[in-house]
């Protein structure tokens, strides 16, 4: 088991060129929300953006358009013809990574509407988590048609549906697990085994909320945009979302009241601070 630590991020992060442009640093999709969970949608949303991406389109059911258009004016934002959940998933014609999962629901038209995207977008890399790994437990049979260099990001309840371990999800379809927990690790499958990370260094309790979650999953997202491999994504990104949660405890606030906004708060800090 390989730890985490400062040398090895800071050695994997880009510099930007001064005279690059936001087509340099990715085009990406969220699909995100339901009625009653835009609030995961906006985190994701904005997590992402704080953590370099060129450009994102964020798909919403229609209920989370006007929410998302206000919160988050820097994103390109698309309504589901459906009020309260999605039911088809068209990306835009350049889409370099696929985000999904943070408040979608299990609606049977949204469970279609996932496979449906895994089957269009076949070469795609996608990040799952939450109620997409759900769907995905509940139809396993969908699995080996998930796009191979994915990453999923579940914790220890959604990866126990699934009935296996970690190593053997990574293993046998090809994608980055990244299991969370107070020392989060994550699972890289190579040709002939899993390489298994483990982050010690940073994160606290006050992680522990809902939300923290849609976090690491804009930030993951963000990272593949700009041409990371989907290890180095994962690490990296459980790097900078753990040390920016510690950076605002730090600030300031309690494990009680540590809020996933304060997280995305204090990630330009902990990206500052990874590269000295």
Known sequence: MTPITKSLVSGWLKTRDPFSHKGDYGRASLVVGSVGMIGAALLSSRACMRSGVGL?????????????????????????????????????????????GPGIGQHIQTQWALHSLILNYPKTPMVFDADALNILAGNQHW????????????????????GLEPQELAERYQVVVVLKGHHTRIYVPNEHSVRVYENTLHGNPGMAVGGSGDVLTGIILALIAQHYTAEEAAIIGVWIHAFAADLALADGNSAESLLPSDIISHLGVAFNASRL
């Open 56 to 100: 994102l389109t964020v798909h919403v059911p229609e209920c989370g358009y006007n929410i998302m258009q206000m919160g988050l004016p820097e994103a390109k934002c698309i309504a589901d013809e459906h009020y309260t959940h999605h039911t088809i998933i068209e990306l835009p014609l350049y889409t370099d990574v696929v985000g999904i």
């Open 143 to 162: 699995l080996p048609q998930v796009p191979r260099g994915s990453i999923f990001t579940p914790h220890p309840g959604e990866m126990k549906r699934f």
